[in-house]
């Protein structure tokens, strides 16, 4: 995997410093948001606006744009041509797919917008499309050259966005451990000022798991799942906001590590008793979980989607055993759903 070059500046980089050729594909709604991206993405000559969303993603749109997309880089160089990306997940996606296929690859630049973009998206180099309802099922490894974090633009989301960002930063420093952990487990306050100040190391954080496994094949990357199987139902049945879909299914896999004795009750009131416990998110005191069949149903339906399975009725599930020490064991889809049943009814019959 090529090394990507990491940039944390305080305003927009100067158009010409960004490559010798270039376009821009951006996220619409940015226009309107900020006065500075407005004056800054008019000094591009090539450019192209999308609406970002899963939509966006859609294959059955994906002609259309790529044939604009194509006309825009008419007279332009593959070796000197780089897409400028700025936006959230779903706009690095598709930018990030469109530079991988573009003159069979093409200089790639992400400008993550959003705190949860900036904070995981943005890194490791996955790019996709969705098929139908099932997401990611198109896509490449195709790491940026370079990814600038812009202080300006990420301060100008609303602060209910930096909480949203919270639970991937939360994940990485579960996985992590060490200081990373310590720092941020005695925060008092969630906002967009302490997001800046952990990015570089939530950042490098990530990065140290991907290099490990670039690409998927030793299944060591996959510990960045964590939180993600239970929370990816949450966020397709809740229609949550990811990165607080994450927070809930973080929650999860801790009281099912504690439940199946990887992680033991000391370890887990540990957790339980630092200062941003307070920010963590339970699914059961928020009435997310349900043991009525047609629920249950529903879930085992979202679970048996789940790209990660390693047969037709069973997945790699990411536990912890402490701060640092991720497990990742197979377990079966009813594994999960009895568990579901369990955390709804304990708290129920407490």
């Known amino acids: 995997m090529k090394k990507n070059q990491l940039l944390f500046i305080q305003d927009f980089p100067k158009p010409q410093d960004l490559g010798e050729e270039r376009v821009l594909i951006y996220d619409q709604v940015l226009i309107k948001k900020s006065l500075s991206f407005k004056k800054w993405q008019s000094q591009f000559d090539k450019k192209y606006a999308v609406t970002a969303g899963e939509s966006l993603k859609a294959v059955e749109h994906f002609p259309k744009h790529i044939s604009k997309i194509i006309d825009l880089c008419q007279n332009t160089s593959s070796r000197k041509l780089t897409l400028v990306v700025v936006g959230g997940g779903s706009v690095g996606d598709f930018g990030g797919f469109v530079a991988s296929i573009l003159k069979r690859g093409v200089g790639l630049m992400h400008i993550p917008s959003t705190w949860l973009s900036a904070l995981d998206s943005a890194h490791g180099g996955k790019t996709a499309l969705n098929v139908g309802k099932a997401k990611n099922q198109i896509g490449?490894?195709?790491?940026?050259?370079?990814?600038?974090?812009?202080?300006?633009?990420?301060?100008?989301?609303?602060?209910?966005?930096?909480?949203?960002?919270?639970?991937?930063?939360?994940?990485?420093?579960?996985?992590?451990?060490?200081?990373?952990?310590?720092?941020?487990?005695?925060?008092?306050?969630?906002?967009?000022?302490?997001?800046?100040?952990?990015?570089?190391?939530?950042?490098?954080?990530?990065?140290?798991?991907?290099?490990?496994?670039?690409?998927?094949?030793?299944?060591?990357?996959?510990?960045?799942?964590?939180?993600?199987?239970?929370?990816?139902?949450?966020?397709?049945?809740?229609?949550?906001?990811?990165?607080?879909?994450?927070?809930?299914?973080?929650?999860?896999?801790?009281?099912?590590?504690?439940?199946?004795?990887?992680?033991?009750?000391?370890?887990?009131e540990k957790i339980q008793s630092t200062a941003i416990a307070v920010y963590l998110l339970s699914p059961v005191r928020d009435e997310l979980f349900s043991a009525k069949a047609p629920v249950l149903k529903d879930f085992r339906q979202l679970l048996l989607s789940d790209k990660k399975k390693t047969s037709s009725t069973k997945v790699r599930f990411v536990f912890l055993k402490s701060p640092g020490k991720p497990v990742i064991q197979e377990v079966s889809v009813d594994d999960i759903l009895v568990e579901i049943c369990r955390q709804f009814e304990e708290d129920t019959y407490e």
Do not use: C
């Open 140 to 268: 490449t490894f195709y790491p940026a050259g370079k990814t600038i974090l812009v202080k300006s633009l990420l301060m100008s989301q609303p602060e209910s966005r930096a909480f949203e960002g919270f639970g991937e930063l939360l994940k990485i420093a579960w996985l992590q451990g060490g200081t990373l952990w310590k720092d941020l487990s005695s925060e008092k306050e969630v906002d967009g000022n302490m997001l800046w100040r952990y990015l570089p190391r939530a950042i490098d954080g990530k990065l140290k798991i991907v290099a490990q496994d670039p690409e998927e094949k030793s299944g060591l990357r996959h510990i960045l799942n964590f939180g993600h199987t239970v929370g990816h139902i949450l966020e397709s049945y809740h229609q949550l906001p990811h990165g607080i879909a994450i927070n809930y299914g973080m929650d999860f896999a801790l009281k099912w590590s504690l439940e199946r004795k990887i992680m033991s009750p000391a370890e887990f």
